[in-house]
């Protein structure tokens, strides 16, 4: 069955550093999703990316879809502590069972 | 109602117990799914509802996990006779439309221990 895998699996950093987490599916995707969840939260819908190559910003963070609409990317460019939680990608592919990645989980020290 | 509602939050169970976990998905929505989230992990398919009909249940761990929909709205995920593994958090989640890559809401989940 379809795979996705993130990395990874954690990350520090320092208030103002940059951050990126990857994903990776084992098959062609219809769209990817992401999605932040806060410690003891539940997943919150960020974005959806759906055509190749596509690029989305939302304020400090830019997410890629990649050509071959099997990897996509999430950059945040200066964190703050209050992006804290674990960043999943969610592929699509073409059904309605969205496969989660392992997720990244971001801290942030002040 | 302004979100996804999922009762209880919070379940101990003795193991062998059988519990049953409530999704009120946000009025409206067609499409229901139910994840199953363990520790550390990130959230696994279990069911999928549009409207009454349970379109694709292939992420059931076994037949001990049954979930149902009748009036397309309210769902119920029933596990019977728990067993240590199935200690996790259930997450329902709805969506508006069928059509893939919609926005999917979820729940605050059902933090289901099992002892």
């Known amino acids: 069955g379809q795979q996705v895998m993130q990395i990874p699996q954690y990350q520090h950093v320092q208030e103002g550093e940059d951050f990126t987490t990857y994903c990776n599916s084992s098959?062609?995707?219809?769209?990817i999703q992401w999605y932040k969840q806060r410690p003891g939260g539940h997943p919150v819908f960020l974005i959806q990316?759906?055509?190749?190559?596509e690029v989305k910003k939302q304020k400090r963070l830019t997410f890629q879809f990649g050509e071959a609409k099997k990897n996509s990317s999430l950059h945040i460019t200066a964190t703050q502590t209050t992006d804290v939680g674990t960043y999943f990608c969610?592929?699509?592919?073409?059904?309605?069972?969205?496969?989660f990645g392992g997720g990244t989980r971001l801290m942030v020290k002040p | 109602g302004a979100g996804v509602s999922q009762s209880p939050r919070y379940k101990v169970a003795k193991r062998g117990q059988d519990v049953a976990l409530r999704c009120d998905p946000i009025?409206?929505?067609?499409?229901l799914f139910w994840y199953q989230q363990a520790l550390g992990q990130g959230p696994e398919f279990l069911t999928y509802?549009?409207?009454?009909?349970?379109?694709?249940k292939s992420g059931l761990p076994s037949d001990r996990f049954f979930a149902e929909r009748p009036e397309g709205s309210v769902s119920t995920l029933k596990i019977q006779r728990t067993q240590q593994e199935d200690s996790a958090v259930y997450l329902c989640?709805?969506?508006?439309?069928?059509?893939?890559?919609?926005?999917?809401?979820f729940g605050e989940g059902s933090w289901l221990t099992v002892v």
């Open positions: 989640a709805s969506s508006l439309v069928s059509d893939s890559g919609n926005t999917i809401y």
């Open positions: 098959t062609t995707l219809s769209n």
């Open positions: 990316l759906v055509k190749s190559g």
């Open positions: 969610a592929g699509n592919n073409a059904g309605n069972m969205l496969t």
């Open positions: 009025s409206g929505h067609v499409s």
């Open positions: 509802f549009q409207n009454e009909a349970q379109l694709d």
